[in-house]
């Protein structure tokens, strides 16, 4: 694992890069809304190898994760607060420092993990020409494209309110597992890591900004993944944002018996195996 403090929007961000000696292809991960790249893309844990980075690793890819601000290794910025738009930029700037230190290489796939599909959704509708594909996995549907941003925006999302600083705890680092999706060793090593790097969660407001999301804005091929049992990706609900997807090149795997932390869960294997054949999926 290389660690980077890459500079992007004036502000330093923790990046992280597993290296292939020829790689195939590169793949950028961004996290979710709580919990920061390397408990989700980088699990340590003694028995076995969860590491979804080194699975693409193995699978011929170069890889690369970063911490959005206030997560992780990342600081936060003067204001403390992290927004859609904001996180967009940020995402931006790091897929162009990507695409500058592999010049003679395909562009980056890019793959968004629960509120970071969301962010990887509003890259991709203003920047489409930085990835080469789009990975939307655990896509939050339900908590966005929702009226009640714009009815609550005024009184509580728009605000520079006080910043909740809210502690994170092993009740919200498990939430995302199902019963008996995974071992206890790797919940646990899970839960460990996400307490460690992320102690307070960071604050997140303006989400009336996710409404600007379109899928017919969509303009790359793009992939739809989701455990069957996430509650957050209901199956009805993301049936109609593929639809409305506007490139014809596109893909929907639903993993079974897996929740909102496929990757990490007993399914992880079948969902980095769809991924892969989708970006290869022309060879």
């Not at 966005?144 to 009815?151: D, E, K, L, M, N």
């Not at 996710?210 to 049992?229: D, S």
């Not at 869960?265 to 999926?281: L, Y």
Request: hydrophobic residues 40%.
């Amino acid at each position: 694992m290389i660690k980077h403090s890459v500079e992007i929007n004036n502000h330093k961000f923790a990046v992280y890069e597993k290296e292939h000696d020829s790689p195939k292809d590169i793949i950028v991960f961004i996290h979710g809304r709580t919990i920061s790249a390397l408990p989700n893309f980088d699990l340590q844990v003694q028995s076995k190898n969860v590491s979804v980075m080194d699975a693409f690793i193995k699978n011929g890819f170069q890889v690369y994760a970063m911490d959005m601000r206030g997560f992780g290794n990342t600081p936060r910025d003067a204001s403390g607060w992290i927004n859609p738009e904001k996180a967009s930029k940020d995402v931006t700037g790091l897929l162009e420092w990507v695409i500058k230190r592999h010049p003679n290489s395909e562009k980056p796939t890019l793959f968004g993990y629960s509120y970071g599909s969301l962010v990887s959704h509003f890259v991709v509708q203003e920047k489409p020409e930085l990835v080469s594909q789009l990975v939307l996995y655990g896509h939050p549907i339900e908590h966005t494209y929702a009226s009640r941003y714009v009815q609550n925006d005024v009184k509580e999302i728009n605000t520079e309110a006080e910043l909740i600083r809210k502690p994170n705890s092993v009740e919200w680092a498990s939430s995302d597992f199902i019963i008996n999706s995974a071992e206890k060793e790797v919940i646990d090593a899970y839960i460990l890591s996400a307490l460690k790097l992320d102690p307070t969660l960071a604050d997140w407001h303006k989400l009336s900004q996710w409404t600007q999301l379109k899928p017919g804005r969509i303009k790359v091929p793009t992939l739809l993944i989701n455990g069957v049992h996430d509650p957050v990706s209901p199956v009805d609900k993301l049936a109609v944002f593929f639809g409305g997807i506007s490139n014809p090149d596109r893909s929907w795997v639903i993993i079974p018996e897996s929740g909102h932390a496929a990757h990490l869960e007993n399914s992880s294997g079948q969902m980095v195996s769809s991924i892969v054949n989708f970006i290869r999926r022309k060879e």
